[in-house]
């Protein structure tokens, strides 16, 4: 990941990066992997996860 700094504007370049960091995952992934997570419950959540994704399309095609 790239981010330019224009102008001696080191600022605004660490916003965008974080910007860019958060809209990747990076940081959940982080948060994520700072304990560890038993088998077990990854596949809880994963599935939970799934479930979310799967309710949220289904809402989008009732829209329409």
């Not at 990076?26 to 997570?37: A, G, H, I």
Request: net charge positive; glycine share 2%.
């Amino acid at each position: 990941m790239e981010v330019k700094v224009e102008d001696n504007n080191v600022a605004k370049a660490i916003r965008v990066l974080k910007r860019k960091l958060q809209r990747d995952g990076f940081f959940r992934d982080m948060k994520k992997n700072r304990f560890y997570e038993k088998p077990s419950a990854k596949r809880k959540r994963k599935e939970a996860e799934a479930r979310r994704r799967l309710r949220k399309r289904m809402r989008k095609q009732q829209q329409f």
